[in-house]
């Protein structure tokens, strides 16, 4: 056989072991996808799994179909049902089909988005997916928007185009002369800001102690008063200012007072950066859209795809007003990077990456299967049923739902007659019940030194019925520990 016969036959061989690979996958994703979810809860603990993963390296490799079988094997007793309808232990989406099929392909093509000439079609994708999600968002059109892991990421990235912006205003150029010397930036923070805030400005060298900690009220977001105390009193007259808002507060889902705040920052020089990792939707539907009012006036926001859009895992954006200053902060230059147009949209700009998964495709098409209504109706429709399953669990002698339900969050405490420490011994006991008998998932968060269960509606999939059959799993949990806890 010919030399170019015997290549022909390799890349023949290769492309059909690939087919045969790809296609195990696949029928691999789609049993699992579309297999009834008895339980929603993992069925094997972290230890558990290590053990069942923790064989010696092999020596010799083994075919990929066979490591494929024993990957879902190990794998699938490990893995919550995230995507199933009950799952209400975090603010995540349900991975919708549409965009784990785009995602598929995505990770088919490789293509590494690192910039519009390596990678055409994965940059044009995200410059369309861009501009649409500024209106599905109702935010400004020239805002720049980079794609990124997840809100945390995002506020990183405008944080950080809000630490240069603030400190060229005073005389300061961070990119070039660093931070030692620089002018101190003051940032304003709410004393319950989510923790992914606090470690995004720890990254970027704001020190937990330096930052001027705005009390909470009653729901958990900024007072406002407390603020204009704290700003008056605090920053100086010309200091570098960087206030941090949110947009959904993550255990009430309540939302900072914008209309108020961002004038107040913008007045004394101020960067406002929103942390709307799940609020930031309430402006894409006009039912919600009031709590969000004057969040549109700030400087840089940061949300999650990977919540409200369902897009899988990771995807979120960062959003900012000045694109320059986005620029400035973010952009990796090297001779053998391709130079852009003044028409052209470098992907590489706006994020803290070079090597990155293309994921303007699974967004586009999610943007484009669910349409500006029906992304409108399904963040009503999860906010209508955390009302529903808030007045379900609160009819409930014993249970009590501590915040007011204005998006999707529901947090609930048990044993309402109890002292604190009882109480926090029931509420552990009813989530401990809850998870085991598997009908929903939720999760603990300790919220002001007690401890809560935390609800969180955003599965695409989750239907009314869903929200009935979990609140009378939360209640029989909670009947078996009060009762027993009344026995003993």
């Not at 995602?103 to 590494?112: E, I």
Request: proline share 5%.
């Amino acid at each position: 056989m010919a030399q170019s016969d015997v290549g022909n036959a390799d890349a023949s061989d290769a492309a059909g072991d690939a087919g045969a690979v790809l296609s195990s996958a696949a029928r691999h994703a789609i049993a699992y996808r579309t297999a009834p979810q008895e339980s929603q809860c993992a069925q094997a603990s972290y230890a558990q799994s290590v053990a069942s993963f923790d064989d010696p390296l092999p020596e010799q490799g083994e075919p990929a179909e066979q490591v494929l079988d024993e990957l879902v094997r190990r794998a699938v007793p490990g893995l919550h049902a995230s995507t199933g309808p009950r799952f209400f232990g975090w603010v995540i989406g349900n991975s919708h089909p549409v965009g784990v099929a785009a995602d598929w392909l995505t990770s088919a093509w490789g293509q590494n988005t690192a910039n519009h000439v390596a990678a055409p079609a994965a940059a044009a994708a995200e410059t369309v997916a861009a501009r649409w999600l500024l209106e599905v968002l109702r935010l400004p059109a020239a805002c720049s928007l980079g794609f990124v892991t997840g809100a945390t990421m995002a506020s990183f990235v405008g944080l950080a185009a809000a630490r240069g912006e603030v400190l060229r205003r005073a005389g300061w150029d961070v990119e070039a002369q660093g931070l030692f010397g620089a002018p101190p930036v003051r940032v304003l923070i709410g004393a319950e800001a989510h923790a992914s805030v606090f470690s995004a400005l720890h990254y970027l060298g704001f020190g937990k102690a330096s930052l001027l900690r705005v009390p909470a009220d009653p729901q958990g977001v900024m007072d406002v008063d407390a603020f204009e105390t704290i700003l008056a009193r605090d920053v100086p007259e010309g200091a570098p200012l960087i206030v941090v808002t949110q947009a959904g507060h993550i255990h009430t889902g309540a939302v900072d007072a914008h209309e108020r705040i961002v004038p107040l920052a913008q007045a004394r020089g101020g960067w406002v950066h929103v942390d709307g990792a799940f609020g930031l939707w309430a402006r894409a539907c006009p039912a919600r859209a009031h709590l969000a009012q004057g969040l549109e006036a700030a400087d840089s926001w940061a949300t999650d795809g990977h919540k409200w859009l369902q897009t899988p895992f990771d995807c979120g954006y960062v959003i900012v007003r000045d694109a320059e200053a986005h620029r400035r902060a973010m952009t990796i230059a090297a001779s053998y990077l391709p130079a852009v147009s003044e028409h052209e949209r470098d992907p590489s700009h706006y994020v803290p990456e070079l090597s990155r998964r293309a994921r303007g495709f699974a967004t586009w098409a999610l943007l484009r299967h669910f349409g500006r209504n029906g992304i409108a109706a399904m963040v009503e429709r999860h906010c209508a049923q955390a009302r529903l399953l808030a007045a379900l669990l609160a009819a409930e002698p014993g249970i009590a739902v501590l915040n007011e339900v204005v998006l999707n969050q529901v947090a609930v405490r048990f044993g309402t007659d109890a002292d604190e420490a009882v109480g926090d011994a029931l509420t552990l006991a009813a989530i401990a019940a809850l998870q085991q008998e598997g009908t929903c998932f939720a999760g603990s968060a300790k919220w002001r030194g007690r401890w809560i269960l935390r609800l969180s509606i955003i599965g695409a999939s989750t239907t009314e019925d869903d929200i009935r059959l979990s609140a009378q799993a939360i209640v029989r949990a909670w009947r078996r520990v009060a009762s027993g806890s009344a026995t003993g």
